[in-house]
């Protein structure tokens, strides 16, 4: 039993009943895409609690004037900004991490210079001269 499976417990009547949205509905809304239950082996839809979440907030914005196809676009843009969301901290920790060995970098090449680098006094150039 995978995760998704064992948070999916609530048949369609009961996510009806928690969302305050009429069975047919949600099977359209299914149709549109817009929601994605879990199915059984034998073909019966289960929702998790945070797909009657999902139900109700489609069901709001649906009472706003929305149409379902403006609800898809605003799931998908959303889904798009937290896979962006995500991408920019991943970039961010990277950038971070390559700070971090650039100073290490750095040092160590300042450190190989105190071997290297040898200074001249006024007594060293004159007897040069």
């Known amino acids: ?27 359209s809304y299914e149709e549109k895409g817009l929601i994605k239950p879990y199915r059984t082996g034998g073909g019966t839809r289960r929702y998790s609690q945070s797909d ?45 991490q390559e700070k971090i060995q650039h100073s290490k970098n750095e040092k160590d090449i300042h450190q190989s210079y105190k071997n290297e680098i040898v200074k001249k006094t006024e007594k060293t150039i004159r007897r040069k001269l």
């Open 1 to 27: 039993m995978n995760r998704e499976s064992s948070s999916a417990i609530y048949f369609i009547s009961v996510a009806s009943t928690l969302s305050g949205i009429h069975q047919q509905t949600i099977r």
């Open 52 to 96: 009657i979440d999902k139900l109700i907030q489609i069901q709001d914005l649906s009472q706003r004037g929305i149409n379902l196809d403006g609800i898809k676009i605003i799931y998908e843009m959303r889904d798009k900004i937290e896979e962006l969301q995500e991408k920019v901290l991943s970039l961010q920790q990277e950038i971070s």
